[in-house]
């Protein structure tokens, strides 16, 4: 009975994050990477969140309970590794991001150009946004509910529904906490309805599948005042004191490899086996099942990164040149926006090596253009996941922007199969 009711408290306990800071650490070399690595899985350190993936090329920011901090920082000095602290209080801009949306006027439907609409909101948007438009867009759910038997959203965006095109599937909301990717895909539907000439060439080349809200449960409790905004996984128990699942770690792409977690506590946590989370399992029944899948793209949040397969390891598809070929002509088209500089490449060349992703296992499905957005903002920032609504527009267009450009490259051959190791 008594360790029902702790994990009973454990699961409705709001999270506070007063005097968790936000650290910016300078990894110098692969050496550091592996240590920041094992120190994300060391169980004594449970107060670690790394909120950007561990890189030489950019700060590994991570967010450090007021217990760990201390120790983190003995810890780093002893091995040399200089760090800086960007956010000294995580709970302040939390706090002013509720207070922000709280000044909007609940009238009407949630508007997704100006505010990170709830997921009830964001079915009512999708619904009426449908209805507006009923030759060209369906509103649908994946064959498959969420962990806590949630609908996951599933859009279809066509020029002409009756005769179907190439297909390209886009993804966003995997983990829960990265608001501005879910309030991208959003934009993305509307803009892709919007008649403009970008939209108008996209949609005569493409039909394009949009799941803005992968992980419904995690995402709803993101934003439940009584619960935790920093919340990454789905909502599926790992055990009496753990839950969630790294929904990113779950496919079977070199499942339980390196870059995921077998640790419960751990925010990698890659599940019992590949696709024991009903939301991937949903996701790779959809898109295997779509006639014609040219490109599948994941989007995520943040550092500014577009990322090409492989992610499990540091050999290279026999595509490689031609996909680093059409991500860097994507990304010229997105820095147009913002002057916004996203790094391309590999994980394991720019990042780290991380296995069980989505866009690996479609690629090693035969899809020929897969893909990773990390949107913004940048490493070095104060904000990091709680990035202010001011910048949806900008994330929107610079992700609307490079998928242009993706469906208007000319020299795609899709005549070359993919290889795999």
Not at 44 to 53: A, Y
Not at 183 to 210: C, F, G, H, R, V
Not at 221 to 231: E, F, K, M
Not at 289 to 314: D, I, N, Q, R, W
Request: proline residues 5%; charged residues 20%; aromatic residues 14%.
């Amino acid at each position: 009975m008594g360790y029902v009711l702790l994990f009973f408290l454990i699961g409705v306990a709001a999270a506070d994050f007063t005097g968790h800071r936000l650290v910016s650490i300078n990894a110098r070399s692969r050496e550091d990477l592996d240590f920041l690595n094992a120190l994300g899985e060391n169980p004594d350190f449970e107060g670690l969140d790394f909120w950007t993936d561990l890189s030489v090329y950019r700060p590994v920011e991570v967010r450090v309970s007021p217990n760990d901090y201390e120790k983190l920082q003995q810890t780093l000095k002893s091995v040399g590794i200089s760090f800086d602290v960007i956010n000294e209080n995580i709970q302040d801009m939390i706090d002013e991001e509720r207070r922000s949306m709280e000044k909007i006027p609940k009238v009407g439907l949630c508007n997704p150009q100006t505010t990170y609409c709830t997921y009830d909101e964001i079915g009512a948007w999708l619904s009426s946004m449908a209805s507006s438009n009923p030759y060209r867009m369906q509103f649908t759910y994946l064959d498959g509910l969420s962990y806590e038997g949630r609908e996951i959203y599933q859009v279809k965006i066509a020029g002409d529904m009756y005769n179907p095109k190439e297909a390209v599937w886009i993804e966003a909301g995997t983990h829960a906490r990265e608001w501005i990717a879910i309030s991208s895909a959003l934009n993305l539907i509307e803009k892709l309805l919007s008649n403009s000439n970008e939209a108008t060439e996209m949609l005569s080349k493409y039909d394009w599948y949009i799941v803005p809200v992968h992980n419904p449960d995690g995402y709803l409790y993101t934003h439940a005042s009584s619960n935790n905004r920093l919340w990454r996984k789905n909502r599926q128990p790992c055990n009496m004191f753990y839950t969630g699942t790294d929904l990113n770690r779950n496919w079977e792409a070199n499942f339980g490899g390196p870059g995921s977690s077998s640790s419960c506590f751990s925010e990698t946590y890659r599940g019992t086996t590949a696709f024991s989370a009903p939301e991937t399992a949903a996701l790779r029944d959809a898109v295997l099942a779509t006639p014609l899948v040219k490109a599948f793209f994941s989007v995520h949040c943040y550092s500014e990164y577009m990322l090409v397969p492989y992610g499990y390891t540091s050999a290279y598809p026999g595509r490689y040149d031609h996909l680093m070929d059409v991500a860097n002509y994507m990304m010229m088209w997105l820095e147009t926006i913002d002057e916004r500089y996203y790094l391309t490449g590999t994980p394991p060349d720019i990042l780290y090596e991380a296995s069980g992703g989505a866009y690996d296992y479609f690629y090693t499905q035969d899809i020929p253009y897969s893909y990773t957005y990390e949107l913004r903002p940048k490493s070095g920032t104060s904000n990091g996941f709680v990035l202010p609504a001011s910048e949806i527009p900008l994330a929107a267009d610079e992700l609307f922007i490079s998928l242009w450009a993706f469906s208007n490259i000319t020299n795609l051959n899709w005549d070359m199969e993919p290889s795999h190791p």
